[in-house]
Structures are given as C-alpha cells and as structure tokens.
C-alpha cells in the first residue's frame, strides 16, 4: 500500500504557485479509519455536523502515513475556540501564545487547533524585539494554517468527508524522501518560535529522516534564541527530547547543532573539556532509556536529570574542592549546578528532590560497614541509585567493583549479607574504590534536599 502512495505522489506534483493542494485520494494512501482514535472521529464528525471543517493534521497523519503507530492525533477545524467549547462539555482552551483546544472524550484528550490565519494581519499578534511570536491568535483557512505549521510532512490533513489526505506543502514528496524540511524561510520560523529548532532534531531522531539543507543550516547559529524560552515550556520540550524512544540520537543531534549547549550549558561545558566518562555517561542513560521504553518500562525525568547533569557537577566539584572539604564540595556543587540549571529549564520538586537523592546516595553506596547497607537497602531511591552505579560502571568509571557488591548483596540471604559486610573491614584501604569526587560524606547531612 505504501509503495502504491509513493508511486502515486511521483506521478501527481501540484503546481508550486497554486493554492490547490495535492489531493490522494482513498485507493492511493494507506491511513484506515480502524488506525485512528475513535475520539478523534468523532470530534470531527461532530464539527462537521455542526457546519465546520474538521480535519486530522500533524503528526497523527504523519506517522499514519509512515506505518507508524501515532502518539496522539490533533485536529485543525474552521470552528474558534469558542464555538469547540460549546460544542463539547468536555472542551477546555489552554495555551496563551496560540489558544488550543483540549477535547476530553473517554480518556483520551485531543488537541483542537483552530485553522491559523497570516500573522501579519491581525490585531491579536505581539511580536518580540527578536521576532519572536508571543501572542497570535488570527484565524484563518485550511491554506493559510498549511503554511503556519511548521515542517511539510507535518502539514497533511486527512478528511473523513472522501477519506482523502491534502497536502499543500509538498509533504507527501518529503515523506518520500525521508525529508524534514522546514515550511517557508526557515531563519525566519525559527525567530518566531525557536523551539522548531528543537522540533527539528526530535523529529529527525525519531523519525530516523535527514534535515534538509537550508532547514539545517541555521540551527547552530540562531540556537542561543533558546534562551527566550520559557524555562516551564523548555522543560516540556525536554521530556518530548529524551522520553520519545531516540534519545540517544536526539542526544547526538543535539551536540551536533550546538542546542545540548543551550539547554544544559554546564555540562555542555564538561563534555567540550574532555570529560569523555561524563559524554560515556549521559550515553548510557539515553541508551538505556531507549530500551526501557521498547520494553514498555517506565522512564523518570529524575534519572535522565541526573545523567545529564552529572558531567557539571563532577566538574563543579572538582573546581570547589580545590578551596573547601570534599562533603562540602558536593553540596554546594549540585546547589550550583541546579540553580543554574533551572535558569535554563524548570525541574518540579517531584522530580528534582529524587534527582538529589538518586546523587546523594552515589557517595553514600561505597560506606557498607555496620547496619549502613541494611539501611542503603531500604532508601526509597535505593534502586534507581544502584542502576545509576552500574551506568556510570558501564560508561568506564572504575568503582572498583562496587556494582557487583551491591548487586551480590541484594541477591544475598541474612548470614550471607553479614559476612559480605565483615569482609569489607578485611579490606585495606587501598581497595576502597576511587572517587573522581569527595571522599565519603556524612551520609544524613547529605540526604537532604534544598
Ligand atoms: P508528535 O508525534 O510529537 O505528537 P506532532 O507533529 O503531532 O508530533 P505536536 O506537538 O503534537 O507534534 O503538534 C501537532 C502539529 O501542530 C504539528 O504536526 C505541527 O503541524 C503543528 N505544530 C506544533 N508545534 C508547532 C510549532 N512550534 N510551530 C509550527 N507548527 C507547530
Ligand atoms: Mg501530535
């Protein structure tokens, strides 16, 4: 079936100066209705029944079209926010910059967007000094909310009225070229909204597709646009960024077009000084993030926020340590490294506290002796900080075989824990393992959170 659609857009270009779209119509495209959230349907049909145009967009369409299974669908319609809300009870409106639609329907929640006019025309857009769109609600028609969106491949529309999908930005073709290509001057697009930039790089990693030249070309150079992002939107974009199932390769892109550094500037820092552990690291935790995700295991923001920030705070570490005690080192090392990280994306407290802990008990896992590694045991955060250990094994830092100690202690019975725990005053100190930071640390002091 797809190959029938492929075949059938390399016969049929719209002209480039029309407003007519390339219409494939049902016996040319593989999208069945069976595919799509009966939620979504329904939303439609209703709007239609109400006199509106409703059409499924983005990336429900997209990944449709590409065999793939969609995330979520969205829905673009002629109706205002406005009228969606009295359309259906279960209908909030969000957002500020661009007013959306929340449709709840069972449990799921579609995203309702009303067609986006020219934002040169309204009286309801503000721009930034920097061209930055900061509020732009001009309605508008199927044409104009064409081009207002932001890559070809994710402005096809499908209709339920004769099955067929629309394309008036040539998608279908870069669908076919595995093209992320950017709608209009892409410089200009990513002034009005530098999170296309990061879009640009999710999209690409996920959908394994190459960036198009020109789409490419000025993301390194216009990255540091980021910084007028919201620190609350960033943090969203960052959960889409590495709890996606590519965050290993959107980690890679991301270095690539220099927009790691805007993000995550201290261990941008780390990793450009030759901290080849720390790059090892964050690695590692994107890869195994990945898997977990294919494996439908849960994934915390904690344990990415840790990796991620573990290169800035060995390297911040390092620095204060040449000036005050090791314990005292690392607290003021990671309260730096998060107050400076939350300049740049927000972090809530259910996942920044556990994100301390998960560091908190890196310095506290090599001290096993007495009742210590009973009580270690038992911590809330115990898991995810051994699993954090055996990453940073994994990524080339030489604990000494702590992860295998702690992993033989867990499988251990009683009489077996004591004598794993007696052994260890047997050791001489030579062979405790090296750290790169404080020595032990007072283990309570260091447990709190800030
Ligand atoms: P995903 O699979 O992540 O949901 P998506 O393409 O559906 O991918 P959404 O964030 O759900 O992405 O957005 C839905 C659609 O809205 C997009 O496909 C795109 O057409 C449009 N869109 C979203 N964000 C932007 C933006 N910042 N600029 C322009 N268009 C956007
Ligand atoms: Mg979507």
Not at 253 to 265: A, G, I, S, T, V
Request: glycine share 6%; aromatic share 8%.
């Amino acid at each position: 079936m797809l190959k029938r659609f492929f075949n059938f857009i390399s016969s049929h270009q719209p002209s480039k100066q029309s407003n007519l779209p390339l219409v494939i119509p049902r016996d040319q495209h593989n999208i069945s209705r069976k595919n799509i959230s009966p939620a979504a349907i329904k939303i439609i049909k209703q709007l239609d029944d109400a006199g509106f145009k409703a059409y499924l967009v983005g990336g429900g369409v997209r990944d449709l079209l590409l065999g793939n299974h969609p995330k979520d669908f969205d829905v673009a319609t002629s109706a205002t926010p406005e009228e969606v809300k009295r359309i259906f009870r279960g209908a909030r409106i969000i957002g500020r910059r661009f007013q959306i639609v929340h449709v709840r329907i069972g449990r799921e929640i579609i995203e309702v967007t009303t067609f986006r006019g020219h934002h040169d025309e309204g009286p309801t857009t503000t721009r930034s000094d920097e061209g930055m769109l900061l509020r732009d609600n001009v309605y508008g028609s199927i044409e104009t909310d064409a081009v207002r969106r932001d890559f070809s491949v994710n402005a096809l529309y499908y209709t339920l009225k004769d099955f067929s999908v629309l394309d008036y930005c040539n998608g279908l073709e870069d669908l076919k070229q595995r093209t992320l290509r950017m709608i209009g001057d892409p410089a200009t697009r990513y002034k009005e909204d530098p999170v296309r930039m990061l879009r640009a790089v999710r999209f690409a990693a996920k959908l394994g597709f190459k960036i198009e030249v020109n789409t490419a070309k000025p993301i390194s150079e216009m990255s540091s646009l980021l910084a007028n992002i919201s620190e609350a939107r960033l943090f969203e974009e960052v959960l889409k960024l590495f709890l996606s199932g590519s965050a290993t390769a959107t980690f890679h892109l991301m270095r690539e077009y220099d927009l790691f550094k805007q993000l995550f500037p201290g261990s941008d820092a780390a990793l450009k000084a030759g901290d080849s552990l720390g790059a090892a690291l964050i690695e590692q935790s994107m890869i195994n993030t990945d898997k977990r995700l294919r494996a439908e295991k849960t994934v915390t923001p904690a344990f990415i926020y840790a990796a991620i920030l573990w290169p800035a705070l060995q390297k911040e570490q390092q620095l204060l340590s040449a000036k005050i005690p090791p314990q005292a080192a690392y607290l003021q090392a990671a309260q730096n490294v998060i107050s400076q990280q939350l300049t740049r994306t927000s972090i809530p407290k259910r996942f920044l506290i556990p994100m301390r802990e998960i560091w908190d008990l890196q310095h506290r896992l090599p001290s096993r002796q007495g009742l210590r590694a009973l009580r270690l045991l038992d911590h809330a955060r115990f898991r995810a900080a051994y699993d954090f250990l055996l990453m940073r094994e994994d990524s080339g830092e030489d604990l000494q075989g702590l992860g295998s100690w702690w992993t033989a202690f867990q499988k251990a019975n009683d009489d077996e824990r004591e004598q794993m725990v007696e052994n260890l005053g047997k050791q001489n100190s030579s062979s405790k393992p090296r750290r790169r930071g404080p020595r032990k640390p007072k283990s309570d002091s260091i447990s709190k959170t800030e």
